[in-house]
């Protein structure tokens, strides 16, 4: 697994906290070169801290103002990508509602985050991609984008969406070497699973490293077939 990512350009968004800190520390230990993405300042320099030859960048995917600098100071600094995780999300209401109570601004919320946000930088970033013949982007997604669970209609909504947008990239994608997947990683003792569930048992949430470790493992094999649900 080193070589296959030493060296390699990769950017994580929601590179700060739960699944895209553990993808940012493992990718750093490998020797590739990262690039994080998150909002808060704090858990930026927390991740310098621990990967001090990490780029980390500060910036809100929801905003489509913030995309294009965003890919600029990546395209500047990183060079051309080889990989996107696109990690970053968001839950809609909190705590979680029923659909019909739902503000139709939370669920925009929801959507820009992690729909639109991830199809923006994905669309910013892929051009040397497709150049090259090779590239991959991953998309996180839940298993909330097919079971229709209550009160997590928004989140699930979005994530069905996800879903979908990944299939048909991959499928227009991967003949000219680009491929495009979606990944459930899992319930994981994370924030935004304790800010969903606040009383879930963490003895019963996977730490997010195993969950990294494991995805990293499987695209390193060229497993796709078995990424889309990891645990
Ligand atoms: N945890 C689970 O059980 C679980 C289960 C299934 C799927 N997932 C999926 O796994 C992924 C990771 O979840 P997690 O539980 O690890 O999340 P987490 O611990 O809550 O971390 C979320 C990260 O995203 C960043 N972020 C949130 N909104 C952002 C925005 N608008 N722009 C840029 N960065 C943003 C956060 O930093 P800032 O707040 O500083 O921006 C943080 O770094 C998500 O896609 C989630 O839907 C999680």
Redesign the pocket.
């Known amino acids: 697994m080193k070589n296959f990512y030493q060296d390699r350009n990769i950017v994580i968004?929601?590179?700060?906290?739960?699944?895209?800190?553990a993808l940012a520390l493992r990718l750093h230990h490998l020797g590739a070169h990262v690039a994080g993405?998150?909002?808060?300042a704090a858990?930026l320099a927390s991740l310098r801290h621990e990967a001090p030859r990490a780029l980390t960048i500060q910036?809100?995917?929801?905003r489509a103002e913030e995309i294009y600098p965003l890919a600029g100071e990546i395209q500047a600094k990183l060079g051309d990508v080889d990989i996107l995780f696109n990690?970053?999300?968001?839950l809609g209401p909190v705590p979680l509602r029923l659909l019909a109570d739902t503000e139709c601004e939370d669920f925009e919320r929801a959507l820009r985050?992690?729909v639109l946000?991830p199809h923006r930088l994905t669309r910013a970033l892929l051009a040397p991609m497709l150049l090259r013949g090779s590239g991959l982007v991953v998309n996180?997604?839940?298993?909330?984008a097919v079971n229709a669970y209550p009160r997590w209609g928004a989140?699930g909504a979005s994530?069905a969406a996800v879903d979908h947008l990944s299939r048909v990239l991959d499928e227009e994608l991967k003949e000219a070497g680009v491929r495009c997947l979606s990944v459930?990683?899992?319930?994981?003792r994370?924030?935004?699973?304790f800010?969903a569930v606040p009383d879930a048992d963490p003895a019963r949430?996977r730490d997010?490293a195993e969950s990294a470790e494991r995805l990293l493992e499987l695209i390193a094999r060229n497993d796709f077939s078995q990424v889309r649900r990891i645990l």
């Open positions: 968004t929601g590179a700060t906290s739960g699944l895209g800190r993405v998150a909002r808060g858990g910036a809100d995917v929801s990690v970053a999300s968001d985050t992690n946000g996180v997604s839940s298993d909330a989140y994530k459930d990683p899992g319930d994981m994370t924030p935004m699973h800010a949430l997010p």
